[in-house]
């Protein structure tokens, strides 16, 4: 029994993470039919730029800030501001130059361009930072203290993961179910053409979803970082990979879908890799296998529109 | 001059100047004419001059596919059997029949597979399997293709209900399943650590390691596989176009267009389009054949996910639905890297940048199948 729920604990930090990546994945192909895949990457551009202030501010002093001080705490705060500002910035810039001008081509040359764009985030990354190549360290801000609450061990960057990501949530949820932007792109969601001639501005809109989506990621990226406390440039492509599977399982287009999903990832990888001998190194097989076999019987993802094409 | 006799002699410099570029470009000439190529894709008057030159070689069809056989097959001669750019045209056409096959996915019924890969590593572990266990080249070729086109079949029953970005997603599972599995299984596959040892092909007792002596020159070892891998080229090419021309062609293009219509007209639908992926699969299984036999050396690093993207890249950049310029896509893209090399680390940045401004200034690929300028995709 304390086993199954130490399993969860870990499962439900990881879902936290993946749900991150898979909303901006699951709202950016509702409102531009693009499958985003260097959204795991825009992430990464947000981690390291994090881990460039952290780098400048502490300059080569102790990585290990978990003492409180006024100069860490700043130090900290200001990491983590500009990981999101530039993961904002990152995606907005790569929705003008490669999504924007082919908004007319078909969605598979989006995708591709996506792949490119990736491409270019990792080698750049690889080459430009310094030492770039390895596997760098990631300041540990999170206390590395336990709590055991009846035989189950929570660390405390659990429950910051956890935290951050409910926490977010529901301030997306707001913003989606009861501001203008979220009206605006529900309205864009629903029905292109209608919406364009209601007076909503697809352009501001997805721009600013992106500027948005993009920050996720970016928090996404933050968390997978302070979880691991270590980053390397190809970070990204797991964030992306397991972001579109959540995404998908819960149906495209669809931001509780995309919760669902992540949940549903996280459980299965960590039941997995807990209670099948030999099992960590199959959890993407069974991943996968539970997704196609998902697809099979709901074509549209778990809450996704039931389509009228059948064929 | 007439103008065929004019058509086969362009076509052949055009093979010759390749070969002289392939060997002798580098530094800043290449880089002159990387760059000129970069600026010529750019601006929109380069569209309309491609379409004219290509207008002109259709207008000779027999003169010009004659031609190309004859330029491919003394292209060893304008390397001036230099062993290691035949050996990276091998490969390259091993990549050529890749994407001939996802074209039947992609460009015939519009699904979007990314795990191409996957499929060309069942090709490959298969065809090494049973080659090391004794079996001839052809043998294990054959065996390689049946066992992808089943595998193919069982993607294609996937396709069934799932569709567009779900489809793709399906296939992005299946690469990641087969590496990961490959990885695992290492009773049957050696895991990480690769198979070595692929034995080399025979016939008529002639090795594929051995020169190929022709009395006035001898070309090297590496000359047998450029001809086996450009037989199967062609052979490819022919029935991939023979599919595109018989009433399986146009069942295509109608599927494409609108599924609800083609199965009021009595088209069997699921059966169809379970028979066209496996059909397009098992090109895939040609291709990990020949690449295994090639290289004698697969490990899971040969089949990522990269790769699958790779071989769709070269779809979409040459002309998704036409076969010519899928083929001159993926000779282009597998070329490219090694001519890129002179970048070092800058390689996969530069390989990158450069798929990102193609795609922006020719959404539709370099030689755009001219059929599909009336479809919606």
Redesign the interface.
């Known amino acids: 029994m304390d086993l199954i729920l130490q399993h969860l604990v870990n499962a439900l930090a990881l879902s936290a993470v993946y749900a991150l990546v898979a909303i901006g994945i699951s709202l950016f ?1 509702g409102v531009i039919g693009i ?1 985003n895949l260097a959204h795991g990457d825009i992430a990464t551009v947000g981690v390291f730029a994090s881990l460039a202030v952290f780098q400048f501010l502490l300059s080569g002093g102790a990585m290990d800030i978990t003492t409180l001080s006024a100069g860490m705490v700043i130090a900290t705060l200001a990491a983590l501001a500009a990981g999101l500002a530039v993961a904002a910035i990152s995606g907005v810039l790569f929705y003008r130059v ?1 999504f924007y ?2 908004r ?6 989006g ?3 996506s ?6 985030i990792r ?2 990354i ?2 430009f930072y310094p030492n770039g190549r390895n596997p760098q360290p990631f300041p540990s801000i999170i206390p590395p203290e336990l709590i055991e609450v009846g035989g189950v061990i929570i660390q405390y960057k659990h429950i910051f993961v956890i935290g951050t990501a409910v926490v977010v949530m529901f301030a997306l949820a707001y913003c989606v179910e009861r501001t203008r932007f979220g009206r605006a792109m529900r309205s864009i969601l629903n029905n292109r053409e209608v919406a364009q001639s209601l007076g909503v501005s697809t352009f501001k809109v997805t721009v600013a979803l992106f500027a948005m989506g993009s920050a996720l990621a970016g928090l996404a990226g933050l968390m997978n970082a302070l979880y691991y406390n270590l980053v390397q440039s190809d970070m990204g ?1 797991l964030l992306t ?1 397991k972001g ?2 959540a995404a ?1 399982i819960g149906g ?1 287009g669809n931001i509780y879908g995309a919760l669902l999903g992540a949940v549903l990832v996280g459980l299965i990888e960590a039941v997995t890799a807990g209670f099948i001998p030999d099992g960590s ?2 959890k ?2 069974a ?3 539970v ?2 076999a998902i ?2 019987a709901r ?3 778990l809450m996704g529109r039931l389509s009228a ?3 | 001059m007439p103008r065929p006799g004019f058509v086969v002699l362009s076509i052949l410099a055009g093979f010759a100047v390749l070969a002289l570029f392939l060997r002798k470009a580098e530094g800043w000439i290449l880089a002159t004419v990387v760059a000129a190529i970069v600026v010529g894709v750019a601006v929109p008057a380069s569209r309309q001059a491609t379409r004219q030159g290509l207008a002109m070689l259709q207008g000779y069809p027999r003169a010009a596919t004659a031609a190309c056989v004859i330029g491919a097959i003394l292209l060893p001669i304008f390397l001036q059997n230099d062993g290691y750019w035949i050996h990276v045209l091998s490969i390259a056409m091993i990549f050529a029949i890749m994407a001939i096959g996802l074209n039947v996915h992609l460009g015939e019924i519009g699904l979007v597979n990314l795990g191409y890969a996957g499929l060309f590593a069942v090709g490959a572990y298969a065809s090494t399997l049973l080659s090391q266990a004794g079996a001839p080249f052809w043998l294990a070729t054959l065996f390689a293709m049946a066992v992808c086109w089943t595998t193919g079949g069982l993607l294609g029953v996937c396709s069934i209900r799932t569709s567009g970005d779900y489809f793709a997603l399906v296939t992005l599972g299946f690469g990641l399943i087969v590496q990961q599995l490959i990885i695992n299984l290492t009773w049957l596959t050696q895991g990480n650590n690769g198979i070595t040892n692929i034995p080399a092909v025979t016939a008529l007792g002639h090795s594929s390691k051995m020169p190929i002596d022709l009395g006035f020159i001898r070309l090297v070892p590496e000359t047998n596989f450029f001809y086996l891998c450009l037989i199967a080229l062609s052979g490819s090419l022919l029935l991939a176009r023979h599919y595109q021309k018989v009433w399986i062609g146009r069942m295509w293009t109608a599927l494409r267009q609108d599924a609800i219509g083609v199965s009021c007209f009595g088209l069997d639908v699921p059966r169809f389009k379970i028979l066209t992926v496996a059909f397009g699969s098992m090109f895939a299984g040609l291709a990990g054949s020949l690449f295994a036999h090639e290289i004698g050396f697969i490990s899971p690093d040969d089949f990522t996910l990269l790769h699958s993207v790779e071989v769709l890249a070269s779809v979409i950049l040459g002309g998704i639905g036409n076969l010519f310029g899928v083929t001159v896509g993926a000779i282009i893209l597998s070329v490219a890297p090694e001519k890129l090399r002179f970048l070092g680390d800058y390689r996969l940045l530069m390989y990158g940048a450069m798929l990102v401004v193609l795609l922006i200034y020719r959404p539709l690929g370099l030689l755009p199948d001219p059929r599909r300028r009336f479809e919606s995709f």
Not at chain 1, 115 to 120: A, D, E, K, Q, S
């Open positions: 192909f499958v490669a001008p082919l007319a081509a078909p969605p598979i040359i995708l591709l361009c792949v490119g764009v990736g491409f270019i080698e750049s690889l080459n492509t990979v579109f599977t998908v495209l190194a199959y993407d097989v991943v996968f296998g997704l196609i697809l099979i074509p549209n993802g094409e059948r064929v």
